[in-house]
T-cell receptor
C-alpha cells in the first residue's frame, strides 16, 4: 500500500539551511509534492517534482529525489522565522488521483 | 480568483445537531475534495467529487454526507456527530484528478475548525 514517512520535528537557527526528509513507498508515484501549513490555516503548495527528475530548484527551495531509495528531501536556504510551519510531503495516488500525505515535519526557526 | 473559500471558519455543535460546511471555488475546477485533519496529523481524504459526481468515498461514516450542487460548490452535511469527529475540515479543488501538476494541483481552503460537544 501507499505510505509516506517523515521525521516529526526540526529546529534550526535563522539564516541556516533546513533539510526536511521524506520516504515514500509507491514506486509508481509520478509526482511528489511539498506543502506548507501554518498554524490554523489550510495547506499551501510549495513545490513539486516529477519522478524522472533528480533535483528541482525554486528560489530558496531545493527538492532532491532519490527514486531508487524512494527518498525525497526539501532544503530551505537562509531559513527565516516566517518559514516556521508544518511541512508535508505528499505523493499522488495514481489510482484514485488523490494525495497521500506524510505525517508532517514541524519546523521551528529560532532567531 | 485563485481562492477556495470555506464557511464557517469555526463551528461548535452538539451531538444531536444538524449543520453543514460549505466550500466554494470560482477557478473552473472540476474536482473537489473533503479532507479531515486531526490535531498534529496529516490530512486524510474523505470524499472526492469529479464533474459533480462522487468518485471516491473513503469509507466515511454516514453521519457525514457530501453534496456537490454545482461545479463551484461543495457541501458537507453533518448529523449526529461524535466528539471524536472534532477536527479541521479542509476543502480542496483541482482542474481534474491525476495527470500533470498543472492539472491536478490541489488548492486548499483555510478549513473549518469543528468542535463536537
Amino acid at each position: 500500500g501507499e505510505d509516506v514517512e517523515q521525521s516529526l520535528f526540526l529546529s534550526v537557527r535563522e539564516g541556516d539551511s533546513s533539510v526536511i526528509n521524506c520516504t515514500y513507498t509507491d514506486s509508481s508515484s509520478t509526482y511528489l509534492y511539498w506543502y506548507k501549513q501554518e498554524p490554523g490555516a489550510g495547506l499551501q503548495l510549495l513545490t513539486y517534482i516529477f519522478s524522472n527528475m533528480d533535483m528541482k530548484q525554486d528560489q530558496r527551495l531545493t527538492v532532491l529525489l532519490n527514486k531508487k531509495d524512494k527518498h525525497l528531501s526539501l532544503r530551505i536556504a537562509d531559513t527565516q522565522t516566517g518559514d516556521s510551519a508544518i511541512y508535508f510531503c505528499a505523493e499522488l495516488s495514481q489510482g484514485q488521483g488523490n494525495l497521500i500525505f506524510g505525517k508532517g515535519t514541524k519546523l521551528s526557526v529560532k532567531p | 480568483d485563485t481562492e477556495v473559500t470555506q464557511t464557517p471558519k469555526h463551528l461548535v455543535m452538539g451531538m444531536t445537531n444538524k449543520k453543514s460546511l460549505k466550500c466554494e471555488q470560482h477557478m473552473g475546477h472540476r474536482a473537489m475534495y473533503w479532507y479531515k485533519q486531526k490535531a498534529k496529523k496529516p490530512p486524510e481524504l474523505m470524499f472526492v467529487y469529479s464533474y459533480e459526481k462522487l468518485s471516491i468515498n473513503e469509507s466515511v461514516p454516514s453521519r457525514f454526507s457530501p453534496e456537490c450542487p454545482n461545479s463551484s460548490l461543495l457541501n458537507l452535511h453533518l448529523h449526529a456527530l461524535q466528539p471524536e469527529d472534532s477536527a479541521l475540515y479542509l476543502c480542496a479543488s483541482s482542474h481534474g484528478k491525476g495527470g500533470a501538476p498543472a492539472y491536478n494541483e490541489q488548492f486548499f481552503g483555510p478549513g473549518t475548525r469543528l468542535t463536537v460537544l
